[in-house]
């Protein structure tokens, strides 16, 4: 079947032709008509197999001849922006494309005249809670990657996003895209959606095991590889030489970097390059660089990588586009990098099939992580196959690795959705926004979910009643009999998207705060919540995370401690690891360089970025608790926002409101005697513009801002981080047009 005899505008059809898509696959073939009939879908297929293809059809016909809106909801950020950029490379078609992966205090208005919105499951439900019009428009939702479902992080929120679209929407048509699982039926059950299975990939998938200088692939092929000192950098080698790239996955950050040193001294003889200075200024670290980024740009130029949540966005950016355009031969990297980034090579090579958990030990990865990794395999026009090992270190491991992962099917999705941490939040959601007015009615709501489809619910009566209660004891929710009322501390809770949990150690928190209160203290505070990840204390914290632990102990606005929800062998880690993640942002604040801040807390730059976020969400969620409760407490607070942002002491903070100025920018205007905003308006441009990192087009800029509005862009700023960095892409996007490879185009 052609995509020109598809039920679709001419238009549609043609601009499909002029960019290579003939012949559909045999899948696509199936299910595109089904989508376009109106009804609702699952297609669970291998990664990597053009699924995507089936959800961009459908929601150009729904928005351009059906006149409603999609809503394509996806688990990951980045993976929001490889989407966006697909639906906007047709674009010109006539219709509008928006992502929105930000703020989730918004209602994410700027984005109602789009016709189809990206969106995270955690926006998409955060715009249902704000009250968001355009949701009543949407006449298809595509959820991508809903195999994610089963992730206890994302997976309830996505659970519950739909559910709400398909209680609110009967007639709602929801296309859910799968990698292979065992029980897709399940989830066509659940969203009464017809279901297309196919084990078929454009590009076949060897998947093997290396024992013994050899790979043995599950049809018992074997392929010899030449013994070097270190297998993985044989089977690397052997790659490269051939003309192929290597995706290398293991389970630790540290282990990322220290591979990719290693190789980069042999691979530097198959692939080095020479860095441009901006590609080098941008993988070190742009103003602030960093001993990480140095090394991440010295293995960059000798045609390796590694990559990891340690680094920036910027830097993950580049090793992930220098790999698409063969500039990089082998990134090593852990497992998140598989889950739904188009980023395919010829080999994937799996070192690590164990991982370890606190208070657990090592555990092994599931069936189903290993095949989203193996599925990286195979790139689409370049290879006639792709190759995923896993590395055994004798016999039985290489039995093992056979038996329970190459030849064994994938795990059945499960839901997370059903245990009292997860629920507190989307409970009162459903209270805040009129889905649930009784505990029955949440009950109710829950049979609707996936968790309610797959599973008898035992004592889910008693866990949503344990839920209501908390909600009413905190006075988020008034219970009356059967009834249940959103107050107006509960519905600013719903909508700043916290855990009621946060919101009350918030709570608290700021009805204790003084005048002589310091900032350390609120900051321990806001690290407590189970909003904000910890960082893992080490050895070498310990002299430091003690003297403050023991100089707080006694006065701590949160004393968790004291929290009888909290397990007691659990609590002291809880502690160390907020306590590290405070000190870290009271150097941020300090201006303690970032590359101190990495070296002396054994931390990356990306784990300072996204702290920061996490604390600066929080921290706004503080000051609008502090609103309700403790109004004099906001000075205290409100300061904390501004400075937590830049990295800056308070000094700066009239400087840092100037576009194009960052903590360093302030800093050199603030020591050459320029101190707040009116030095800059009498100051001399000249002057202005021969301070060191200052220069002609910036000095315009901030004289234009200080005397009223610019007319000019400012330069670049330097990096701030509640600055969602896919939102500002996402914008460059639109100003610039980039050309580049489509990913749409990877798999025709």
């Known amino acids: 079947m052609r995509f020109d005899e598809l039920d679709i505008p001419k238009d549609v059809a043609d601009a499909l032709k002029e960019k290579g898509f003939i012949e559909l696959h045999r899948h696509q073939a199936k ?53 966006m950029e697909d639906l906007d490379s047709f674009s010109h078609l006539g219709y509008k494309v928006a992502m929105s992966v930000g703020d989730l205090d918004s209602d994410g208005g700027r984005i109602n005249d789009a016709d189809i919105i990206v969106a995270t499951s955690e926006k998409a439900d955060s715009m249902i809670r704000h009250g968001n019009r355009w949701i009543e428009s949407v006449g298809l939702v595509i959820a991508d990657e809903i195999h994610m479902i089963h992730d206890p992080g994302r997976g309830p929120t996505l659970e519950v996003t739909l559910t709400k679209l398909m209680k609110r929407n009967p007639k709602l048509q929801i296309i859910a895209l799968s990698a292979t699982i065992s029980n897709a039926m399940d989830l066509a059950v659940w969203l009464d959606a017809e279901l297309i299975v196919d084990d078929w990939r454009p590009i076949p998938l060897k998947e093997g095991v290396y024992f013994n200088d050899e790979i043995t692939f599950e049809n018992m092929e074997r392929v010899e590889v030449p013994r070097e000192k270190d297998p993985i950098w044989g089977l690397v080698k052997q790659t490269v030489k051939e003309g192929g790239q ?51 740009a010295e293995c960059v130029a000798s045609g390796t990588a ?55 030990g090592t555990v092994p990865i599931s069936v189903m992580e290993m095949k989203q990794m193996s599925g990286r395999a195979g ?119 916290i855990d009621p949990k946060s919101a009350v150690i918030l709570r608290d928190a700021v009805r204790k705060i003084k005048d002589d209160t310091e900032d350390i203290e609120i900051l321990i505070a806001a690290a407590l919540t189970p909003d904000v990840m910890g960082l893992y204390p080490k050895k070498s914290d310990e002299d430091r995370l003690n003297a403050i632990a023991d100089r707080y102990q006694d006065s701590l606005l949160y004393d968790p401690f004291d929290d009888k929800d909290l397990y007691d062998e659990f609590v002291q880690e809880i502690f160390m690891g907020a306590v590290k993640v405070s000190a870290m942002i009271t150097d941020w604040i300090s201006e303690v360089p970032e590359e101190s801040i990495t070296n002396n807390m054994g931390i990356g730059p990306g784990d300072i970025r996204s702290r920061i976020e996490m604390i ?92 009223g509005s610019a007319e000019t862009k400012p330069p670049e700023a330097d990096w701030a981080p509640d600055d969602d960095e896919l939102e500002a892409m996402a914008a460059e996007y639109e100003e610039t047009k980039v050309s580049k490879q489509s990913n749409l185009m990877d798999f025709r």
């Open 31 to 83: 299910a595109i008509p089904i989508a376009l009939e109106g009804h609702s879908l699952v297609v669970s297929v291998p990664t990597a197999s053009g699924k995507s293809i089936i959800g961009y059809i459908s929601a150009m016909k729904m928005v351009l001849k059906e006149k409603k809106k999609v809503l394509y909801i996806v688990p990951l950020k980045a993976l929001a922006s490889e989407k």
């Open 246 to 296: 290597c995706l290398v996955f293991v389970n630790t950050r540290r282990s990322t970097e220290s591979l990719a040193r290693r190789f980069s001294d042999e691979m530097n003889k198959l692939a080095g390059r020479t860095l441009s200075p901006q590609e080098t200024a941008l993988l070190e670290g742009g103003a602030e660089p960093t001993t990480l980024g140095r090394q991440l």
């Open 306 to 360: 590694f990559h990891n949540a340690g680094l920036t966005y910027k830097q993950r950016k580049y090793v992930e586009d220098n790999f698409r355009n063969g500039n990089i031969k082998c990134i090593i990297a852990t497992p998140t990098l598989a889950a739904g980034i188009n980023l395919p090579a010829r080999r994937v090579i799996i070192r690590d099939t164990g991982r370890y958990e606190a208070n657990v």
């Open 379 to 497: 790139r689409p026009g370049y290879d006639p196959y792709g190759e995923a090992v896993l590395i055994a270190k004798n016999q039985n491991h290489f039995d093992h690795l056979m038996y329970d992962y190459i030849q064994h099917d994938t795990e059945h999705l499960t839901s997370n959705l059903g245990n009292e941490n997860t629920l507190r939040s989307h409970i009162l959601g459903l209270i805040a926004t009129g889905d649930a007015s009784t505990d029955g009615e949440v009950i109710d709501f829950l049979e609707s979910t996936f968790y309610g489809s797959t599973s008898s619910m035992y004592g889910a009566e008693e866990v949503v009643k344990k839920v209501t209660d908390f909600l009413s004891e905190e006075e988020m929710i008034e219970k009356t009999g059967d009834f249940l009322r959103i107050l107006p501390f509960g519905k600013r809770i719903s909508d700043l998207y």
């Open 616 to 707: 600066n969400w929080i921290m706004y969620a503080m000051s609008e608790i502090a609103y309700i409760f403790a109004p004099e407490t906001m000075k205290k607070i409100r300061p904390l926002l501004t400075r937590i942002k830049y990295g800056v002491k308070e000094e700066l903070m009239d400087l840092v409101s100037f576009k194009g100025v960052g903590r360093t920018r302030a800093r050199i205007l603030f020591d050459a005697g320029y101190r707040k905003r009116t030095d800059i308006m009498t100051a001399s441009e000249s002057k202005l513009a021969s301070l060191h990192r200052i220069g002609n087009a910036l000095a315009k800029s901030l004289k234009e801002q200080a005397g």
